[in-house]
């Protein structure tokens, strides 16, 4: 990367930051750790200048990254009060949110069902040194029971319902964050407590259906 280049993401990434503090993002942890992770690197190279932007944008094989608000406001909802422990994320993409999850968390392990996808993800953390994400090319809604229980999960496609099989790997005390719904989403979020499970609503989101299989 150029000198100029460089010089412009820098900014333009400030620019976001500032932007997310003025959308209501503040735990200062989600904003340094999205601050760390340049997003135009997990784009096409026609789509690099608006990496930056507030807006979910085409990965191919009908699947996007999701926005930077989108991304900063679930990982906040995960990390109130907490750390994020052993992580899941279910639909890994381009590699975009594991690598923020990975400034944030020691150990990330992430599902993509899309083969080509996987080794674009697998490309672009390489690039960034990142040796916390784990991947795997697996069929996400059965999550990861190998590797189960994990502190944290994270979807990254909308369910109809929180899938139970998912819920079974959360540990106690962990938390689970998900777009939840069909035609109308909404983040959802659930802590495994001693007292049972635990269920908020909060923001309205878009966000692909999270389907079965791989490809």
């Given amino acids: 990367m150029n000198n100029g280049i460089g010089m412009t993401s820098q900014r333009t990434r400030a620019r976001m930051i500032e932007r997310l503090r003025e959308q209501g993002v503040r735990d200062s942890r989600v904003l340094h750790a999205m601050s760390l992770v340049p997003r135009h690197l997990f784009l096409d190279p026609a789509l690099a200048s608006r990496a930056y932007e507030d807006t979910a944008l085409p990965l191919g094989f009908s699947q996007t990254i999701s926005q930077p608000y989108v991304v900063a406001r679930m990982i906040e909802l995960l990390l109130a009060d907490r750390e ?50 784990r991947l795997k090319h697996a069929d996400g809604t059965l999550g990861l029971p190998e590797a189960a229980p994990f502190d944290t999960i994270i979807l990254a496609a909308a369910a109809v319902e929180v899938p139970r099989i998912l819920l079974d790997q959360l540990a106690m005390g962990g938390r689970l964050v998900l777009p939840l719904g069909t035609a109308k989403q909404m983040i959802c979020l659930i802590e495994r407590t001693p007292g049972g499970l635990a269920e908020s609503r909060f923001d309205a989101v878009r966000f692909v259906p999270l389907l079965p299989g791989v490809e």
Wanted: net charge positive.
């Fill in 84 to 133: 994020l422990g052993k992580t899941l994320e279910v639909g890994a993409g381009c590699g975009y949110q594991a690598a923020v999850l990975a400034m944030l968390s020691k150990e990330v392990f992430a599902i993509e069902r899309i083969a080509p996808l996987l080794q674009r993800a697998r490309e672009n953390l390489r690039q960034m040194k990142l040796t916390r994400v």
